[in-house]
């Protein structure tokens, strides 16, 4: 017997905005919900748009779910559903966990696209909820990552270690940036690390891109790097396949 799940849609949550018709953010077609804030600066971000919690516009649980359901039959048919990323979407934990419990209360698969970069308890509460974990996992090294985000590696290493111990299905993805995250030694050491996890299905390498360049101001510091070559995207794919 299936227990109901109780969720709140009067919560309100700061968001940035909604695209339909997602297909690389999760399984299937996917609405993709951006939420409006995030904690961390990464260097090479392309949404430094959705950096500020007061510039998104205020939306309950009710309206995003009414939103998402008019898709119902393409995710029936693709099997996708809804993808909720950022910013940083734990950085709305109460809005977060609601809109994760109406779309389990209303069999709509959720994918939540994360740097990992939430406390424990904020983890621990929202993850049940969750029915694919995309891990933005930056870099293995702690001075990288440190380099990549002024922050330290600990949270996302406990976002790891919780999603495994729930049985969380985990995506990784790695942003491939040339002479910032292309040590083919360190990321050798990251793919022996992430064995190490029965949960993870599969790493996907994504190229650093500059869509998002003229976002940024002038504090932007990789306006003289480029893609990486095909044969070094190639390499590296290589190393976490073996």
Not at 122 to 131: G, K, N, Q, R, W
Request: proline letters at 5%; aromatic letters at 10%; a negative charge.
């Amino acid at each position: 017997m299936t227990t109901a799940i109780d969720y709140d849609p009067s919560i309100i949550g700061g968001i940035h905005s909604i695209y339909t018709g997602g297909m690389v953010d999760g399984p299937g077609i996917r609405t993709v919900l951006f939420l409006a804030g995030c904690s961390l600066r990464c260097l090479y971000c392309h949404n430094p748009d959705t950096w500020f919690r007061m510039r998104g516009n205020k939306k309950a649980v009710a309206e995003i779910l009414d939103e998402v359901q008019k898709y119902s039959s393409y995710y029936k048919f693709s099997g996708g559903g809804i993808t909720v990323s950022g910013g940083e979407p734990t950085d709305q934990p109460t809005f977060l966990k609601e809109l994760l419990k109406a779309c389990r209360a209303n069999n709509i698969h959720s994918v939540l696209d994360t740097s990992g970069f939430s406390s424990p308890d904020i983890a621990e509460d929202i993850l049940p909820y969750v029915d694919l974990l995309l891990l933005d996992f930056k870099a293995y090294d702690p001075d990288l990552y440190k380099k990549i985000t002024s922050s330290t590696i600990e949270r996302p290493l406990q976002t790891l270690r919780m999603a495994r111990n729930l049985n969380v299905l985990t995506w990784i993805r790695y942003v491939l940036v040339p002479n910032l995250t292309d040590d083919l030694a360190q990321i050798r050491e990251m793919s022996a690390f992430l064995k190490k996890y029965n949960n993870i299905e599969k790493v996907s390498v994504l190229p650093f891109h500059k869509h998002g360049e003229h976002k940024w101001d002038d504090t932007y510091t990789l306006k003289d790097t480029e893609p990486p070559s095909t044969e070094l995207l190639l390499e590296v794919i290589d190393i976490f396949n073996n």
